[in-house]
T-cell receptor
Framework: SQQGEEDPQALSIQEGENATMNCSYKTSINNLQWYRQNSGRGLVHLILIRSNEREKHSGRLRVTLDTSKKSSSLLITASRAADTASYFCATDSNTGGFKTIFGAGTRLFVKA | GAGVSQSPSNKVTEKGKDVELRCDPISGHTALYWYRQSLGQGLEFLIYFQGNSAPDKSGLPSDRFSAERTGGSVSTLTIQRTQQEDSAVYLC????????????FGPGTRLTVL
């Protein structure tokens, strides 16, 4: 079963607004990553946050990680129509095995 | 430089036939992953390679699925006696190492089993 679960499943906002997506997971992890997928460019890595980090920034992206709640959030500021895509969180467990577990994703639609 | 490539991009086959899907990872990447993605869903982990060995095959859904990697490079995912539920996009990803976790994905192979 999938470990990561994103919330909401779908999100529609206006260009210029901020978009926040959440991810929850079940077991202890080494790191958590966010990926974006759209039909034009396939799956692209956005940002990785390690289990000992609480917040990370990359351009218009801000990721937080709360290991006590087993949750993460991805904030996209000043959204653009080009941000329209599906966003997935992915976790690498530290409880054995070598799986990377992806959630079902949040579908973001940014209206111009 | 070249990214991860996969072939074929599309494969239509009849139920019961065997198929082979190929992945060419980025040169020098020792870690290689196979996933499959059904329509509108997330990625389902299938198998992980470190070099030519597969320390984690736990995601392979049945014994009809197998994969190998040769020369620490090209990988082939084989599905025997395909079933309609095998229809999905099969994605391959590579990474410089297991420790360096960012995965670089190929464009995928869309498999349709009629």
């Amino acid at each position: 079963s999938q470990q990561g679960e994103e919330d909401p499943q779908a999100l529609s906002i206006q260009e210029g607004e901020n978009a926040t997506m959440n991810c929850s997971y079940k077991t202890s992890i080494n790191n958590l990553q966010w990926y974006r997928q759209n039909s034009g460019r396939g799956l692209v890595h956005l940002i990785l946050i390690r289990s000992n980090e609480r917040e990370k920034h990359s351009g218009r992206l801000r990721v937080t990680l709360d290991t006590s709640k087993k949750s993460s959030s991805l904030l996209i500021t000043a959204s653009r129509a080009a941000d329209t895509a599906s966003y997935f969180c992915a976790t690498d467990s530290n409880t054995g095995g070598f799986k990377t577990i992806f959630g079902a994703g949040t579908r973001l639609f940014v209206k111009a | 430089g070249a990214g991860v490539s996969q072939s074929p991009s599309n494969k239509v086959t009849e139920k019961g036939k065997d198929v082979e899907l190929r992945c060419d990872p980025i040169s020098g990447h020792t870690a290689l992953y196979w996933y499959r993605q059904s329509l509108g869903q997330g990625l389902e982990f299938l198998i992980y390679f470190q070099g030519n060995s597969a320390p984690d095959k736990s995601g392979l859904p049945s014994d009809r699925f197998s994969a190998e990697r040769t020369g620490g490079s090209v990988s082939t995912l084989t599905i025997q006696r395909t079933q309609q539920e095998d229809s999905a996009v099969y994605l391959c990803a590579s990474s410089p190492s297991r420790v360096y976790n960012e995965q670089f994905f190929g464009p995928g192979t869309r498999l349709t089993v009629l």
